[in-house]
């Protein structure tokens, strides 16, 4: 059986970082940071008590709303993040807690931006086996709390966000998620793209504090050349694999790195820039939020009929990337 999204969800924190709180903090301007990244502003969870597992708890609550059944319904569930609210126990059952989901398993999986894809496969080979009926798969960030902002590269490209997905078997075969191609190439990417503080190699001290080893780092131009081409080829595998023309495709959905990155990766795989969904102007980068994200606008503006073709496509540290085609039932 072939596993299908029931239920989308996003949450977003109200308090907002434009452009302009930027230029308080740092030598930019809202030209500089539109015209290299297309960002307008982004959320920020303020909130020094809440973390990642508030955002994912209340995307897993309007899932369960939204499709009417219990908490206790819940099989499994699969939170993908690189900001946990710690580094155990997972956030996934930080969030197994909040809304009662007793009956459930819980894991985390971090592959960095394409962390939600990464889940997404996942939960739906558990689907497709038959192993579990009900599958909250949800991804979501704080990235304000790894974000140096003094570090005008980084400072203006994140926010903090969440959303997520509920998978049941589909109800039939030719409906659900069709496709998927993953891959990773640590060889090249591992240094592109990181936090080198935090971990057991580098476990804090006040030196690795100084440093500010516990902020975010990327390579952006290394990063922004990975990601065109990576994307953009995955996408056309997907396309070849399942037989589908660039006028087949009803929307393609990248991860919202920035919107150059976005334009890039339509314009590779000749598709409508009308198709190329981007929400990116609104919310910045919130890593492993920004598919799911940008699934539940699509959801609640009604754009998702059933048959649609929809195909996914991120980016993300280790190199991390892949594709999935989804068939909206």
Known sequence: MKAAITATANFLPADILSNHDLELMLETNDEWIRSRTGIGERRILKDPAKATSFMCGEVARQLLEK???????????????????????????????????????????????????????????????GAQKKVMVLGGDKMSSVIDYTDRSTAILFGDGAGGVLLEPAQDDSFGILDARLYSDGTNGKDRLLMTGGGSLHPATHETIDKKMHYIYQDGRQVFKA???????????????????????????PHQANQRIIDATGERMGI????????????????????PICLAELDEQKKLHRGANIVLVSFGAGYTWGGIYIKWQ
């Open 227 to 253: 990601a065109v081409t990576s994307m953009a080829d995955v996408a056309t595998e997907i396309m070849s694999r399942n037989n589908l023309r660039s006028e087949d495709i009803d929307y393609l959905v």
């Open 272 to 291: 409508d820039p009308s198709k190329v969904f981007s929400n990116v102007v609104r919310y910045g980068n919130t890593t492993a939020g920004t598919i």
């Open 67 to 129: 499709r009417q059944i219990a908490a206790t319904d819940i099989d499994l569930i699969i939170v993908a993040t690189m900001t946990p609210d710690m580094l155990f126990p997972s956030t996934a059952c930080l969030v197994q807690s909040i809304i009662g989901a007793t009956n459930a398993w819980a894991f985390d999986l971090n592959a960095a931006c394409s962390g939600f894809l990464y889940a997404l496969n996942t939960a739906a080979r558990f689907i497709e086996s």
